[in-house]
C-alpha cells in the first residue's frame, strides 16, 4: 500500500520508497495545502537534477538551496525557512542516524522513542510528531511497541483526524471536515 498524500501518482511513490522525501514532506506541511506540501519532495529532486541525499542537501550552499526552494512556484510559503529546516533536518539524519533517514524510525526501542526521535527533528512539535508516528504505523507498517499511546489520539483505527489516516481522496475529504470543525471550535471558544 503507498502513500496518497499528494494526490500525485510520482509524488506519493516517492514519499513512499524515499524516507527523507517523506520527511521533507510533512516538515513543509504547514502553513500551506498538504498536497502542495507533499508534492514538494518531487519538484524539489526535478529542480536539483537528483535523487534527494541527505549529505548533498547538508552541504549545499544555504543560499543556493533557498534559491532553489524560491523558484516559482515556489516550494513553500516561506521558502528560505523551509530550505534551512530541511538542511537542518538532513544534518540530523547524517548526524544521528549514518544518513539512512529511514533509521530514525527502524532503530526506535519502542513508540515512546520514536516520538521522542520524530520530535526533536527541526519543524515538528509534539503534536506533528504524533501525526507523523500515526502516519507511520497506519500506513508504513512501521509497528514500535506501543506507538498507537504514544500517539494518541492520531492512531486511534477509524479516525480521521490527520494526514496519518488519508489514503485517497474521500479520507483527505473527512480529514478537512474534521480540522475545519476543530477550527470552527476554537474560534467559538475563543469568541
Known sequence: MGLHLSQIDEADELLTNDPLALL???VLDQQIPLERAFAAPLELTRRLGRSLDPADL????????????????????FPAA????TQKLCQIVIDSYDG?????????????DLLKRVAALPGFGMQKAKIFVALLGKQLGVKAPG??????????????????????????????????????A??????
Open 147 to 184: 506507538w498507537r499511546e504514544a500517539t494518541a489520539p492520531f492512531g486511534e483505527t477509524g479516525s480521521y483526524l490527520s494526514v496519518a489516516d488519508i489514503v485517497d481522496q474521500q479520507s483527505r475529504d473527512k480529514v478537512r471536515e474534521y480540522k475545519k470543525q476543530m477550527k470552527a
Open 100 to 112: 539512512d533517514a529511514a533509521r530514525v524510525w527502524t532503530t526506535a526501542a519502542d513508540g515512546r
Open 82 to 85: 523551509m530550505a534551512q529546516r
Open 58 to 77: 547538508a552541504a549545499m550552499n544555504p543560499d543556493e538551496l533557498a534559491a532553489t526552494f524560491s523558484i516559482q512556484p515556489a516550494l513553500h510559503r
Open 24 to 26: 521533507i514532506g510533512m
Open 186 to 191: 476554537a474560534k467559538a471558544q475563543a469568541g
